[in-house]
């Protein structure tokens, strides 16, 4: 082959300028490696055209530059390596592909377009399936985070129902015991109220109680202070003496005789002494002397 | 492989080049960031003169920065410079989306001179024998010059060239083979 008229056959210029078909292009690279000349003047042509190329540089604005680095790190992100268009023959050249899609008179191959087009679609695909995928998630994301809060302020509301029930049923509690304190402190206030101090028997020593006696309205409260647990099946009952002659005034509580809380018994039309003893439960009418624990003078 | 005729920049260039397609092929993600440093401006030049719409070039420079990231295992550095293919990378997706687009043949063959990029100044670029673009226009005659422009930021054959110009073949061949003898002289 004449190597000069090959040279100047224009093929050199073609391929450099990318309209060369895939096939075309091979011969060239081919005769190239063959004819050192052929090779020296491809590369003067395609330096040429590269220059060519500079010649029209535009920097791009600064902003750009962030923009589309982000822009392709999230798209290669995206692209799962199955989906990267393999690296075949024909990509390895670009020029010849151009020549394909749009110009099919130029002996274009079919395989040429379809790699040239695989990147935008890929990439123009790649983003909105990036961008559906995002709000699917972000919808779910923010269908959870509902469904919790929502989850959550019923609870609170719940706990909330709990709180104010048992605020109110303590309220209660405590306005009824501040009623008997008040009761109890008017008692204790009262000038008509006479205390008599209850010792303990010889049979419990350490035994202390308080009656407080109005003889006017003939009120009887106890106060004890200590008093030993009675047996089971027994509670402690009060009894007034008048004229030496026991009047039943009634069994104390559990909670009088642990001390919590001052008890009124039965009204005393007259006593001179009051006296605790030991009976069954409910009281009896006659009281067993033999467990008198304490007993005290008006 | 390159005949070399300015030695000391254009080796270093070189092995800058080689370092960064070592990189990139090595699948090192930093290495777009230089690579975009590099090669931003010659690239978005010419996608800016193609599309000649500022958002629709940002558009094509970063699906090409998608398609050399995973194209990029089928460079084949003993076939040409990494410069020559992305520029053809990039040269193919701005004429593909002119052409999705729509672009009617005449807009196409509009008058160079109109075009935006053509008015915005070229920055320096990164080969120290970079030559102006004003400097190659001068060099070239305006025949030459609308025959390079249509082959190369068009996207047309040599035939379609002549039949948009109603002329013969063989004329547009030597017009083409012309223009660049002259643009391959001045960068020599």
Known sequence: MNIQEYIESGILEEYAL???????????????RQHPEVDRELQNVVRALDAYAEAHAVTPPADLR?????????????????????????????PPMMA???APAAGATPDGAVVRQLPAQESNGGRTRWLIAASVALLMLSALGNFMLYNRLKETEANLEVAQTEQSRYAATQKAAL???????????????????LKGTPKAPQALARVYYNPQTKAVYVDVRNLPAPPAGKQYQLWALDNGKPVDAGVLAAATTAGDS??????????????????????VASPTLSTMTVIGNL | MLPVSVPTPESAALETEVLLVQRLRDRDEGAMTIFYDKYSAALYG????????????????????????HSFPSYDADKGRLFTWVMNVCRNLAIDKIRSRQYRVGSRTQPIEESAALRQAAEPAFRPEHIGLQEMTRQLNPEQRQIVDLLYFGGFTQSEVAEELSLPLGTVKTRARAAIKVLSKLIR
């Open chain 1, 66 to 94: 962030e923009r589309v680095l982000q822009g392709w790190q999230q798209a290669i992100r995206e692209t799962t390596p199955a989906a990267t268009p393999p690296a075949n023959g024909t990509s390895t050249t670009p």
């Open chain 1, 100 to 102: 394909s899609a749009a």
């Open chain 1, 18 to 32: 990318g309209v060369l078909s895939e096939v075309e292009r091979a011969e060239v690279e081919r005769i190239a």
């Open chain 2, 46 to 69: 010419v996608i800016l003169r193609i599309v000649k719409k500022e958002e629709i070039a940002e558009d094509v420079l970063q699906e090409a920065m998608v398609k050399i990231w």
């Open chain 1, 179 to 197: 009623n008997e304190r008040d009761q109890q402190l008017r008692v204790l206030r009262n000038e008509a109220f006479r205390a008599v101090e």
């Open chain 1, 262 to 283: 001052i008890q009124q018994m039965k009204d005393i039309a007259s006593a001179q002494a009051f006296a605790m003893t030991v009976e069954d439960e409910g009281g």
